[in-house]
């Protein structure tokens, strides 16, 4: 096994911190991709790659990027549920790459709901 240089150890420390930063849910937003069948078919993985440049690109780390399954939306794929702290999450529909830049500026980062995008707003989830 090769010895470890400096450059790796930072590498590895921040794989490490977002892992910790995933697993804690410290994020200052979740962006879930649904990525079940469904969502793969309609376009999913193109959705995951362009948020994953713009968060790179961009040198964001407090962001959580992940993945869930099919919302039962099959024909609205691909599809995005945004959780910015102190608001409800959205689900946004039908989405292309140029939408997706838009929800993250405006969402994401800015805090507004981009309406015209947006299937619904709140939690589905039974307290």
């Known amino acids: ?5 400096p450059e790796d150890l930072a590498i590895i420390t921040e794989r ?24 793969i078919a309609a376009g999913a993985r193109t959705i995951m790659n362009t948020l994953m440049k713009e968060i790179e690109d961009r040198k964001i780390k407090d962001i959580i990027l992940t993945t869930s399954s099919c919302a039962g939306l099959c024909s609205r794929e691909p599809m995005i549920t945004v959780e910015v702290q102190n608001q409800p999450p959205v689900k ?11 929800i993250f500026d405006k969402h994401i980062l800015s805090g507004e709901i981009v309406k015209e995008y947006a299937l619904a707003f709140g939690s589905e989830r039974v307290p």
Do not use: S
């Open 92 to 102: 946004y529909v039908d989405l292309t790459p140029e939408k997706t830049k838009i």
């Open 1 to 5: 096994m090769p010895k470890l240089k």
């Open 16 to 39: 490490v911190r977002r892992t910790m930063i995933l697993r804690e849910g410290t994020g200052r937003a979740i962006i879930r991709v649904h990525m079940g069948t469904c969502g």
